[in-house]
T-cell receptor, first 115, second 112 residues
Framework: DSGVTQTPKHLITATGQRVTLRCSPRSGDLSVYWYQQSLDQGLQFLIQYYNGEERAKGNILERFSAQQFPDLHSELNLSSLELGDSALYFC??????????????FGPGTRLTVT | GQSLEQPSEVTAVEGAIVQINCTYQTSGFYGLSWYQQHDGGAPTFLSYNGLDGLEETGRFSSFLSRSDSYGYLLLQELQMKDSASYFCAVRVAFSGNTPLVFGKGTRLSVIA
């Protein structure tokens, strides 16, 4: 158990809908990262937050947004969902933002299925 | 941009040694990490190389050559439980920070 929690574990929704994925980092970790994992693309970095502020943005679509709250939990919002958004979404956390980023602790993931 | 290349699949015999290579092309390279992911599970951190050379952690070792933009993960005394996907990931300069960029992973199958 990494100490990172994600909810829900599974999500099935229809195209065009909006969903919110939630992540709580390990106790004491200030950085939260979101990744998308699909069969053909591997682990794609989406976005990073550190202590409530956006720190780095990767291949995140404009239909997706995230935020980190004062209690350090984070939410990833996916809107206008398309079939291609079906994937496993991981949240990870680390103690630091820069030098500490090489060792990240991953949550169990949320499997999103868009029908 | 960044690119990482690693073999998609490797098969090895229980008790043997296997090496998984990773080559990368990045700007602003800071270091190379390795992660293991079992089917249906989350990636877990194995090792990190910030400097050239070999890092050893039990049965696993990782090597980095910055001049060759190359690294590898070495797994010794393979066990069936080592069957998993292995990802190399680079820390790169990225909009003011250094998040990880992952390769597509190498699926290791350990056979009896």
């Amino acid at each position: 158990d990494s100490g990172v929690t994600q909810t829900p574990k599974h999500l099935i929704t229809a195209t065009g809908q909006r969903v919110t994925l939630r992540c709580s980092p390990r106790s004491g970790d200030l950085s939260v990262y979101w990744y998308q994992q699909s069969l053909d693309q591997g682990l794609q970095f989406l976005i990073q937050y550190y202590n409530g502020e956006e720190r780095a943005k990767g291949n995140i679509l404009e239909r997706f947004s995230a935020q980190q709250f004062p209690d350090l939990h984070s939410e990833l919002n996916l809107s206008s969902l398309e079939l291609g958004d079906s994937a496993l979404y991981f949240c990870a956390s680390s103690a630091g933002a820069g030098t500490g980023a090489y060792e990240q602790y991953f949550g169990p993931g949320t499997r999103l299925t868009v029908t | 941009g960044q690119s990482l290349e690693q073999p998609s699949e490797v098969t090895a015999v229980e008790g043997a040694i296997v090496q998984i290579n990773c080559t990368y092309q990045t700007s602003g390279f800071y270091g190379l990490s390795w992660y293991q992911q079992h089917d249906g599970g989350a990636p877990t951190f194995l090792s990190y190389n910030g400097l050239d050379g070999l890092e050893e952690t039990g049965r696993f070792s990782s090597f980095l050559s910055r001049s060759d933009s190359y690294g590898y993960l070495l797994l010794q005394e393979l066990q069936m439980k080592d069957s998993a996907s292995y990802f190399c990931a680079v820390r790169v300069a990225f909009s003011g920070n250094t998040p990880l960029v992952f390769g597509k992973g190498t699926r290791l199958s350990v056979i009896a």
